[in-house]
């Protein structure tokens, strides 16, 4: 009898390991900031349809960044950043900060965030579990941020520069002057990538070298920017265009997305971009390997998708 209860638990746990493993892991989400709806959406990037209900939020969603489980939202117009669970994107948190935000980073970790405030021309440094927030002025208009390793780098179109502090000591480290208008950054390789809006360029710095940008020419109204490999992909807001930009010859390819491309998002595995199209009110989905768009995905009536990031829970 013993023999035959024992012979039973095996089975019963084969059979629970096979169900485990036939489980699908969890699968990505992108999340699309609606700007001027004051609306989060989710969208699930297998089928190019929406996934579940417009999220209502208490302001304009301006910058987000996603951890584990979780995403970080900055808001234009509330003197707080949210932190959302995710998926359900309700609401885990308020950070108050005093002003309105627009853009907010994440640390490798997902446990320190910065914001940057253009109304007040700081960065705001807080762990997301909350607790001590930390103020670094910087002046100007902050815009745009990366976190990356004991660093974070931030565009400031009101001082035209590309500015770094150290989030430890909580300290401004440097700034170089880029030209007008930057706005959209990345990092990634030991190379630092700043798109300027009003000047029609690409900026390129190496980590290691900060006061020796290179500029290239892109017209079209280059906005934000991801990298990929030795090349770039930059969304040019006023042509309705993502350029895939070769970063040694300065050459582009320049793809039509849709108007007022805006935000991009690149899927996990690197095959696919999604473009926020502002203006069209649609996303576009792009191929990287013939750099096709497969899909515009329409939204609600009156969506304007902004900015766009991959999570998972």
Known sequence: ?????????????????????STPPPAPRVILSDFLGHSLIRLDPTTGRLDGPVR????????????????????????????????????LRRIHVGKGCSDVALDASGRR?????????EILLAAVEGGELRRVPVGGQP?????????????????????????????????????????????SGGQILVTLYDANQVAILSTDRLGEPRHLPLAGGPHAVVPTGGGALVSLMESGEVAALDLDSGQATRIPVGAGAAGMALSPDGQFLFVCCEAAGQVAVLALHDNQVLQHVALPPGA????AVFALP
């Not at 117009?77 to 959302?84: A, E, I």
């Open 143 to 187: 815009h745009a941020l990366v976190w990356e390793g004991e660093r974070v780098y931030l565009t400031n179109p009101g001082r035209g520069s590309l500015q770094w502090i150290d989030p430890v000591r909580g300290v401004l480290e440097g700034e170089t002057p880029l030209g007008l208008g930057p706005r959209g950054l990345a990092v």
């Open 1 to 21: 009898m013993r023999n035959l209860s024992y012979a039973f638990l095996i089975v019963l746990l084969l059979l629970v390991g096979c169900r485990a493993q």
């Open 56 to 91: 209502p939020m208490p302001g304009s969603p301006a910058g987000l960044a996603a951890g584990r489980g979780m995403v970080a939202l900055a808001l234009l117009g509330r003197p707080y950043l949210q932190v959302l669970s995710f998926p359900s994107l309700e609401e």
């Open 113 to 121: 965030l910065a914001a940057a405030c253009p109304e007040s021309g």
């Open 304 to 307: 304007r998708p902004r900015e």
